[in-house]
């Protein structure tokens, strides 16, 4: 199999490594993180110039007609960069639900505009009592005419400050733990009975709390089948795993090349620490986590797309499994070898550790995608 990107596909990333090594040094990424937003309005309008925001749609709806390749592309990238804007929630999982849930209508409505930057969006589905399960959904959705009335609360909305509508998770039916009844629908953040509370991430990203009150939305908002929207939601989230796998693949190697750097500059005895074999080994070890993480983040960006749930919720458990263990290794001893520096706000290598911590916690952790694998007979099961 040809593992090789396509001209077109290496000139996308040769662009955009160019254009975040430009303008998204370290310093400037303190700068975007004190600005109102959290991120760059500038950066953002350069995304949406370079085709990144288009990039997955299909050329019928107003995209370029990307594969989830190109997204492992530009994830890996924002990565290696840390980039602060809203690509992940509005990219990769509104536009998520665009492809998968929207009829032709709504991809018409709201397609171009993701494309072009001036519509921002967000997955509201994390509730106070979910954990990581994608099931538990107490927010309810009560029929209203030919619409529904929303009320109830999320919480650790990516980005969701800035979102200007969320596609949110609720129950039209059962109980909180019920995998029926659950259904998916687009909310504007500025209509009554929305009230959002933004606030920085611990690693320097934003948040928000996020609460429905008797929120209306017509039946225009619903997305996919409001009695059966489970499915829906793990493909999307599927579609999220693999993306985040790549930007793990993108933090891990930033990492690993900021302490190699270091060893060679930082001087113990009158030598470079980098010349003790000890620590040469844990730069290996690094490496060795890197490429694993490499060819699971591969493997995940293959299935992502695949009609067999099942298969493809396994790929996403072994990634999360490989992605959370090794980047933990990475960025345990990136900290290490870097000693007391690696632990200052005013050095990037705890940073780059404290994003691969928010993306091993993002929607399960690696024990918890290691037991689901586990439960499930392995990444291969048996006929």
């Known amino acids: ?34 600005a109102p937003e959290g991120w760059s309005a500038q950066m953002w309008a350069s995304y949406a110039e370079m085709g990144l925001m288009a990039l997955p749609f299909a050329e019928a709806d107003g995209g370029l ?6 997204t492992m592309i530009v994830m890996e990238s924002l990565g290696r960069a840390l ?16 492809r998968f849930g929207g009829n032709g209508d709504q991809r018409a409505e709201y397609i171009p505009a993701v494309a072009d930057g001036s519509l921002k969006l967000a997955f ?8 990581y399960d994608l099931h538990h959904v107490e927010t309810t959705a009560a029929r209203d005419g030919e619409g529904y009335l929303l009320n109830g609360q999320k919480s650790v909305v990516l980005h969701g400050d800035s979102a200007d509508k969320f596609f949110v998770t609720a129950r039209t039916a059962g109980g909180p733990r019920d995998e029926g009844g659950i259904g998916v629908f687009l909310v504007d953040a500025r209509a009554n009975g929305v009230s959002v509370r933004g606030y920085p991430t611990q690693d320097g990203a934003r948040a928000a ?45 930033a990492m690993h090349a900021l302490t190699v750097d270091y060893l060679k500059v930082r001087k113990q005895f009158g030598v470079a620490i980098g010349q003790f074999q000890v620590l040469q080994h844990k730069a290996v070890d690094m490496f060795v986590a890197i490429e694993q993480a490499r060819s699971i983040a591969l493997y995940a960006t293959m299935m992502a ?43 990037a290598v705890g940073h780059y550790f404290k994003r691969m911590t928010m993306i091993d916690t993002t929607f399960g952790d690696g024990d918890h995608h290691l037991y689901l694998l586990s439960a499930g007979g392995g990444l291969f099961a048996a006929a």
């Open 65 to 70: 007609g990307g594969t989830p390749v190109e």
């Open 124 to 131: 509201a589905q994390v509730e106070r009592n979910s954990r």
């Open 305 to 347: 797309d695949s009609e067999d749930e099942e298969e493809r919720g396994r790929a996403m458990h072994a990634a999360k499994a490989e992605i959370g263990r090794g980047g933990r290794l990475c960025g345990e001893n990136a900290i290490q070898l870097h000693g007391g520096v690696g632990m200052t706000m005013e050095y």
């Open 209 to 253: 709390e996020v609460t429905f009150d008797n929120v209306k939305v017509g039946a225009n908002g619903v997305f996919g089948d409001p009695e059966n929207g489970l499915p829906l939601v793990r493909r999307v989230v599927d579609a999220g795993i693999a993306a985040l796998a790549a930007e793990s693949v993108g933090v891990m190697a």
């Open 1 to 34: 199999m040809d593992f090789d990107l396509t001209e077109e596909q290496s000139i996308l990333k040769d662009s955009l490594d160019r254009l975040l090594t430009d303008k998204y040094g370290f310093e400037d990424r303190k700068r975007h993180m004190a």
């Open 83 to 98: 980039a602060l804007e809203p690509y992940f929630p509005t990219v990769v999982l509104g536009g998520s639900f665009l």
